[in-house]
């Protein structure tokens, strides 16, 4: 993502445009929370240890001088201390919440997540130090402001705070938190314009990074500070004398150096220290940006300016805003001084960036402090941080494109965007998604209801790929749901597993209702023709064993129920059977034993068939059940249905076993199997081939998949033929090794 000089004049301007808005009570109510929020946090924190080795409540204290040192809002403190606190709380966000507002809590509970990301990623650097663990870290502080920019605040001012305590105490700082300091934090200071915090944490971790090279330059610097320090000093009267004699009103001010900023130019250029310009330098401040041009003129008629180092930083800002006037001149001694030039505004932005401007306003801001700001108010932070986010995500990318492993690199850049809502909160998507699916991430609803959308203020067609930094309004209908070419790839309506599963859903839903209104009138037109329709659904449905009617109904219209079992639950008991209606069912057989099939015991030649509720197979222990007109039922031992039928009449029941097979090719017996696994696609393929590999026939195949918390559920019933049931354990053991399947069992 590219952005040109309009970005960040907006940024700039937007952020500066916020400065003198808040209320002054809103200050002294600020104020007050500070010193509230250290009452609250020094019993917690007081004798507590960081895992830095700080001690907790110092830590605290110095984040929130850090914070207010670059103009940052007293609330800004007073989270810093109860953020801290929140690590000896055993319920943080609900005691924060209470004591000070839900809009403190949340910053808590943002800033504690966020450290716990970072220190993740910094332990699993130790294993792999691939940059890529490094561009993941600096993704997820990105997330991190997108939702609240108070908390990269808080973390840029706690790793400063950590720097310090390192070099005070003079203790070895980790290698790893200074290279991530000067890799991820000090870049990041830097993008949001916050220079004083960028400048100290680079010299603090060049300093426990390259300690040969830091003492070098500081060695040099120290060698002659008195001379230049003179020379900076004569040079800085004279400007400013001139300056009041030609009636331009400015402050001069020596400007501070930066050991790695001069490290850095000796290294790039090759060159001593004799030829870094800025090691003497100064810097002008001014009302307005004409008087800037007014002084840069003064400058050049004193001193002769050094070809090629003139910057116009005012018409052409960096990209975080920043906005001065760099030259380069030639003093009496020919020596060389840099020389800035900016106005007051420009200088509160250049030193502590959005730090001054958006954390107060954001503050003060609703739902921040509990202050109510004006539409124009939130309009105008609305702007700043998606001018800011703008930036950021240009930084990202450009960190990312630096790397030795761009392609690497890429792949976890480019895996997602970053869009605004129309109120300009930020919305995470994976790279390539649509309006469609913006608009389930933002609500279920909304998606269903999806029927138009505007990009950046233009209409265009739902299936578009959104680019980070877009700004996406859906138009929806009152009422409606999603269409089925949604699912269709090749139309490229949807890009989220998450938005594709809640089309599936509401599909799914809609389905399962016709089954239960398929269900309900299978049930109810039963009941008319039994003369029962007085009795109560439910009550049908718990004498079945069911939960619910609906329950019921779903199994009933899926046929996985039979209408049968309702009507011997309605129907009067048969009367007892007769040795008559034992005999009526005897069929004519040759002498002998039974060649095959079943045998009944002591009824050799009844007329038997397999109960299709269980389908027993040989060797399962059986059992018979004398039926009126269709012969001798025959079921597993355990079937439920067959208990059922015993208990209300144990005279029709009869004892049965299997009968020897018969010629050389053994009779085949239909077994169900039931299949749970996690839905992809080719399952259904695999355990077809593990059957296929095992030489068992199977005769239907009946599917279901239900959309969950896992992602979606398929319940496969197998219908396949035996002559030995207890083979089939192999068999199921295969399917449950393959790839998904959660379990493989005989129905």
């Known amino acids: 993502m590219k952005t040109g000089p309009q970005d960040s004049r907006a940024a700039a301007a937007a952020i500066v445009q916020l400065a003198d808005v808040a209320p002054e009570e809103s200050r002294e109510a600020e104020a007050s929370q500070l010193a509230r929020a250290r009452a609250f946090a020094e019993p917690l924190l007081t004798g507590q240890v960081l895992d830095t080795g700080e001690d907790a409540l110092s830590h605290a204290e110095g984040v929130a001088n850090i914070l207010l040192g670059i103009g940052a809002a007293p609330s800004m403190g007073a989270a810093a201390y109860l953020v801290y606190a929140g690590d000896f709380l055993s319920k943080p966000d609900e005691v924060v919440s209470k004591a000070f507002g839900p809009a403190y809590a949340g910053l808590v509970m943002h800033t504690r997540k966020l450290v716990q990301i970072q220190r993740a990623a910094r332990e699993a650097q130790v294993q792999d130090e691939k940059r890529a663990e490094q561009t993941e870290r600096v993704r997820k502080m990105l997330l991190a402001f997108s939702r609240d920019l108070r908390v990269v605040l808080l973390r840029l001012a706690s790793r400063l ?3 310090r305590h390192f070099a005070l105490s003079k203790q070895p700082c980790p290698a790893l938190l200074a290279r991530e300091s000067m890799q991820v934090f000090a870049p990041l200071a830097n993008r949001l314009g916050i220079w004083q915090i960028k400048w100290e944490m680079e010299d603090l971790a060049f300093r426990f990074l390259e300690p040969e090279q830091y003492k070098t ?30 009636g331009l009103r400015a402050e001069v001010q020596g400007r501070p150096k930066h050991l790695y900023s001069i490290w850095k130019k000796m290294r790039g250029k090759g060159i001593d220290i004799a030829h870094v310009f800025d090691v003497r330098a100064v810097r002008v401040i001014v009302s307005d940006v004409p008087e800037c041009y007014a002084v840069l003129s003064r400058v050049h008629e004193l001193w002769r300016p050094v070809p090629g180092e003139f910057d116009d930083y005012i018409a052409r800002p960096k990209g975080n805003g920043y906005q001065s006037l760099h030259t380069v001149v030639l003093d009496a001694q020919e020596r060389p001084v840099e020389v800035q030039i900016r106005t007051r505004a420009m200088h509160e932005h250049a030193e502590h960036g959005v730090a001054a401007h958006w954390a107060y306003k954001e503050a003060g801001a609703k739902g921040y402090a509990g202050v109510s700001a004006s539409g124009d108010f939130d309009a105008q932070v609305a702007e700043a941080r998606k001018a800011v986010l703008r930036q950021l995500l240009a930084w990202e990318r450009d960190f990312a494109e630096s790397d030795d492993a761009a392609a690497t690199n890429d ?27 913006f608009a389930y991430t933002v609500h279920t609803t909304l998606g269903h209801r999806c029927r138009g959308a505007k990009v950046d203020g233009a209409m265009v067609p739902l299936n578009t790929r959104l680019q980070s930094g877009q700004t996406v309004e859906v138009t929806a209908l009152k009422e409606g749901g999603p269409s089925l070419d949604w699912l269709n790839p090749e139309l490229g309506y949807l890009q989220s597993a998450r938005s594709k599963a809640k089309v599936r859903a509401w599909f799914n839903a ?8 398929r269900g309900r009138e299978a049930v109810e037109k039963l009941l008319q023709r039994e003369g029962k329709t007085a009795m109560k659904l439910d009550d049908l449905a718990a004498r079945l064993g069911f939960r619910s ?8 219209g899926k046929d996985e129920f039979s209408l049968r079992n309702i009507e011997t639950l309605l129907r009067p008991a048969e009367p007892a059977v007769q040795p008559d209606d034992i005999i009526a069912l005897r069929r004519p057989s040759s002498a002998g034993s039974p060649k095959g099939g079943v045998l009944v015991v002591g009824v050799e030649s009844l007329l038997t068939s397999l109960s299709r509720c269980c389908r027993p197979a040989p060797p399962d222990v059986i059992g018979g059940y004398v039926t009126r007109g269709k012969g001798v039922a025959i079921h597993r031992g355990d079937c439920s249905n067959f208990r059922q039928m015993a208990t209300r009449s144990p005279e029709r029941v009869i004892s049965v076993a299997w009968g020897a097979p018969r010629g050389d090719k053994p009779a085949l017996y239909p077994v169900d199997v039931l299949v749970e696994a996690a839905d992809r696609s080719g399952l259904l393929r695999d355990i077809s081939e593990v059957f296929a590999k095992d030489k068992m026939n199977v005769t239907g195949v009946h599917t279901q998949t239900v959309k969950d918390a896992r992602g979606g559920t398929a319940w496969m019933t197998f219908t396949v033929e ?11 053991s295969a399917v449950s090794r393959i790839s998904g399947v959660r379990s493989a069992r005989r129905k």
């Open 161 to 163: 705070q950590t720097l």
């Open 217 to 246: 330059v500081a060695h040099l610097l120290d060698e002659k500070r008195v001379g230049r320090e003179q020379g900076v000093e004569a040079f800085r009267q004279a400007l400013s004398d001139d300056l009041a004699r030609n």
């Open 411 to 437: 792949a976890v850049f480019d895996d997602r965007i970053y869009v605004f809502t129309p109120q300009a909160a930020v919305i995470e998507l994976p790279a390539g998604a649509t309006p469609i699916d």
């Open 510 to 517: 809609l389905q399962q209702q016709d089954t239960i209104a």
């Open 549 to 556: 009617a609906d329950a019921l109904f779903e199994v009933v």
């Open 722 to 732: 035996v002559a030995d049931s207890a083979k089939l354990s192999q068999v199921l």
